[in-house]
C-alpha cells in the first residue's frame, strides 16, 4: 500500500505560482511511477504531468507545458508540481498517483493509489 497526501493547494492571481507537494507513505515510494490530474466539477479528470521513478522521464500535457514543471525528491518520498504564470482556466481540484510500472503515466487507468486532492482557485 502507498498512502499519498497533497498539500500546497490555495487561492493565487492570475499570473501567480504554486508548488504543489505529493507526500508518500507505506512502500518503497522511489520504485514507483508517479502522475499529478486535476479535475473541475462535471467534467473528466484530466492529466497534467507524470514523471517515472528516477526522475530521469518526465511529460506535461499541452496545456501546461512551459508552464508547470514535475520534479521529485525520492529521499524525501515527495513529488512536486511547480505551476507558474497560472491562468484561472488551471482551476481545479489536483490529484496525485502512483503506479507499479515505475515510468509515468498520461492514462489515470494506469495508477494504483490516489490522494484525497488539493484545491486550486486561480482568480482572474
Known amino acids: 500500500q502507498v498512502q499519498l497526501v497533497e498539500s500546497g493547494g490555495g487561492l493565487v492571481q492570475a499570473g501567480g505560482s504554486l508548488r504543489l507537494s505529493c507526500a508518500a507513505s507505506g512502500r518503497t515510494f522511489s520504485n514507483y511511477g508517479v502522475g499529478w490530474f486535476r479535475q473541475v466539477p462535471g467534467k473528466e479528470r484530466q492529466f497534467v504531468a507524470a514523471?517515472?521513478?528516477?526522475?530521469?522521464?518526465?511529460f506535461h500535457a499541452d496545456s501546461v507545458k512551459g508552464r508547470f514543471t514535475i520534479s521529485r525528491a525520492n529521499a524525501q518520498n515527495t513529488v512536486y508540481l511547480q505551476m507558474n504564470s497560472l491562468k484561472p482556466e488551471d482551476t481545479a481540484v489536483y490529484y496525485c498517483a502512483a503506479e507499479a510500472w515505475g515510468m509515468g503515466s498520461t492514462g489515470d487507468g494506469k495508477y494504483d493509489y490516489w490522494g484525497q486532492g488539493t484545491q486550486v482557485t486561480v482568480s482572474s
Open positions: 514523471i517515472g521513478w528516477s526522475g530521469g522521464r518526465r
